[in-house]
């Protein structure tokens, strides 16, 4: 006679995320520094980013200054969110050995990156929503031009970013120093990427450096989607945003290959000792 077993659910890759993610999200919401810098710090940069736009319009006439607004805040947002707070979580965890541990378990490597990117990346994609919906009603922007574009220039955005985030954490040594070693590329996020200086008033040869930039496309497909311009150039319609968005796919393509083999290649599991 055989005795019954009991089994408990099935693991999958859906189910291990989820725990994963309801994890992270609970170190997040004790966590009042990251906090503060998810939720209140992208949002504080609104006043400074629309004087400096409206500075730049007064010398170049026609430039739609709420639309570099909503476009720059939702930048900010993923710059902030994504990057900086996914670089100190990566961190934390490396440091704390969680991500050791829980490479003995189930989850495959793929899963727990992700998995500890989950919280940042919901919570961004919450506080785009909400800039983007609320910006639309109350400086009445236009419904965005090509939805799937702008779709698209957010998920090669937050990839390339949780890319550069598990680089950068390998040459964090510890939470602290993560505010010093992702300033480069918070840096160039803001100021090179067209969220606080457009690009179309920079000098052309400035301009054409900044777009090779690594989180310059998927911002330009933002901007291109909702408005059907990139600055540089204005497309017709649907089908015409898509040829103007080719050479932006093409380089946050390439840029998002570079991020994931450096992030393979460096990314540290475990403590230096």
Known sequence: MTVPTATGPQSTAVRRLTALGRAETTLLLRNRTALFTALLLPLLMLAGRRNMLKQQAESHPGL?????LI??????ILAFVVYYNLTAAY???????????????????VEILAGTAVPSVSLALLMTAV??????????LSTPVNPLLLAAGLLLSIGTLIALAALS??????????GITTLPILLISQFGSGLFIPLEVM???LADFCRMLPTTPGFQLI?????????????TGFAGTWSTAAPHLVTG????????WGAVRYFRWEPRR
Do not use: C, M, Y
Not at 64 to 68: C, E, G, H
Not at 169 to 178: C, D, I, L, P, R
Not at 253 to 260: H, N
């Open 64 to 68: 739609d200054v709420d639309s570099l």
């Open 71 to 76: 476009i720059g805040t939702i930048g900010g």
């Open 91 to 109: 961190v934390g965890r490396r440091n704390q050995l969680v991500l050791k541990r829980l490479r003995t378990g189930e989850a495959g490597d």
């Open 131 to 140: 800039v983007a919906v609320g910006g639309a009603v109350v400086l009445d």
């Open 169 to 178: 954490s390998a040459f964090t040594k510890t939470v602290e120093t993560a």
């Open 203 to 205: 000098p052309d040869r």
């Open 223 to 235: 901007h291109l989607g909702w408005t059907g311009t990139d600055g540089s150039a204005a497309a």
């Open 253 to 260: 393509a390439v840029w998002l290959g570079l991020a994931v």
